[in-house]
């Protein structure tokens, strides 16, 4: 059981997306999911996160269970990774068959993050914060710091998690969709089968 988290986005209007995988780091170790196991890149100015995501998808242990966390901002081409680059949907679905991992569950926080159900493969699993048309939306707005410290699906997802138990897919992404008001989450792949924990521990 291992875990990635991409903080695709880094600019100062963004501390947001930091925030989202921190909080995906702390529930994953609560949760029971090794500290050596979670790796969190975030993008830097080499603007190579894309190679950086495909090397640690490919290098996970066939057989093995993978969670990917994305935030960023996005568009109909996947997530900006930098200023020539982005990570898309036919990328990430090449780098987890090269992987051989046996189950995959991605989570997208990004507008039009729907378009990623093209990722959604056999043993592949895909939530998205938004459908392919439509924005995501930030929330929790520090009026102190003049910051948003989170985003509303990255918020339903940690809530569900913070829940506990194991619920399969379905009723975690039925949770998480009744959290989220102004985007409309969607679930792709054949999520038969498949729990919470089998991702997440717990």
């Known amino acids: 059981m ?17 925030h989202d995988a921190a909080a995906q780091d702390r529930l994953l170790r609560l949760r029971g999911v090794r500290a050596d196991r979670i790796v969190l890149l975030a993008r830097d100015r080499t603007d190579d996160l894309d190679a950086r995501v ?15 966390y994305i935030a960023g901002h996005g568009d109909t081409r996947g997530v900006r990774s930098g200023p020539r680059s982005w990570l898309t949907p036919a ?8 992987s051989h991992v046996s189950h995959a569950l991605v989570a997208v926080e990004a507008c039009e ?4 159900g093209r990722a959604a493969t056999r043993g592949v699993v895909v939530l998205t914060a938004a459908r392919t048309n439509e924005s995501s939306f930030a929330s929790r707005y520090d009026q102190r710091t003049g ?35 102004s985007s409309h989450p969607q679930l792709y792949g054949n999520a038969r089968g498949l729990r919470l924990g089998d991702f997440f521990g717990g």
């Open 2 to 18: 291992s875990a990635l988290l991409v903080v695709a986005s880094s600019g100062p209007a963004d501390v947001r997306f930091a």
């Open 147 to 181: 910051e948003w410290l989170g985003d509303e699906f990255s918020d339903a997802l940690a809530s569900v998690l913070r829940a506990g138990g194991s619920p399969t897919l379905a009723q975690a992404y039925s949770r998480i969709a009744s959290g989220v008001w």
């Open 54 to 68: 495909r090397q640690a998808i490919e290098s996970e242990p066939a057989g093995s269970s993978l969670y990917v």
């Open 91 to 98: 990328m990430l679905r090449a780098a987890l068959a090269a």
């Open 113 to 116: 993050s729907g378009v990623f």
